[in-house]
């Protein structure tokens, strides 16, 4: 079962408009939330993580929002440039896990192919 | 420069035919971890290896060995290859304590095609 659900499965963004990909999980014991960014023939890259006790973190363009009771979480870019079109993925972990937050042990969501026209 | 390298980065093999996709990492990481992509369904997990000479399963094992003789090297192993295993692999490690923002180092991928 998927236990993290992403949507859009793509997006198309203007130039300078917001992007905004959604995540839900059904885990409650998930503690650690993150955002992979992926461009063409590369491997996904850490973009921006949260934890459950904040309900929002900014960094520069990007933004999570989180929501703990309605098991939600979102990424949020503004001022979208064609330099963020990318497959971004929404991830989760919990440290009770075998091998799971301490080390690294990610469940990830489906992917959103964004794309961002000039 | 700290990195995840796999190879090869392409692959095209016949059924039943036994393959291994090598993994090596420069960091002295303790994690190391199997993926596969596919459209629609993300990045699911295959083995997990959290130390040498130990690991796991991830959530879809089937098909697939590894093992962990030493840290830095981690291969992923098909005995049997089907059409079915046809994927993009990546894989990727972290420190102990990669919750933070490290987070996961992926490699470039190996792209599996299976006839």
């Known amino acids: 079962q998927q236990q993290v659900k992403q949507s859009p499965q793509s997006l198309i963004v203007q130039k300078g408009g917001i992007s905004i990909i959604n995540c839900a999980y059904e885990n409650t014991a998930f503690d650690y939330f993150p955002w992979y960014q992926q461009f063409p023939g590369k491997g996904p890259a850490l973009l921006i993580a949260i934890r459950p006790d904040v309900s929002e973190k900014k960094e520069g363009r990007f933004t999570i929002s989180f929501n703990k009771s309605a098991k939600q979480f979102s990424l949020h870019i503004m001022d979208s440039q064609p330099g963020d079109s990318a497959t971004y993925f929404c991830a989760a972990s919990h440290s009770g896990e075998a091998g799971g937050t301490s080390y690294g042990k990610l469940t990830f969501g489906q992917g959103t192919i964004l794309t961002v026209h000039p | 420069e700290a990195q995840v390298t796999q190879n090869p980065r392409y692959l095209i093999t016949v059924t039943g035919k036994k393959l291994t996709v090598t993994c090596s990492q420069n960091m002295n990481h303790e994690y190391m971890s199997w993926y596969r992509q596919d459209p629609g369904l993300g990045l699911r997990q295959i083995y997990y290896?959290?130390?040498?000479?130990?690991?796991d399963k991830g959530d879809v094992p089937e098909g697939y060995k590894v093992s962990r003789k030493e840290k830095r090297n981690f291969p992923l192993i098909l005995e049997s290859p089907s059409p079915n295993q046809t994927s993009l692999y990546f894989c990727?490690?972290?420190?102990?304590?990669?919750?933070?923002?490290?987070?996961?180092?992926f490699g470039s991928g190996t792209q599996l095609s299976v006839l």
């Open positions: 290896s959290m130390n040498v000479e130990v690991t």
């Open positions: 990727a490690s972290s420190p102990k304590g990669g919750r933070t923002k490290i987070g996961l180092f």
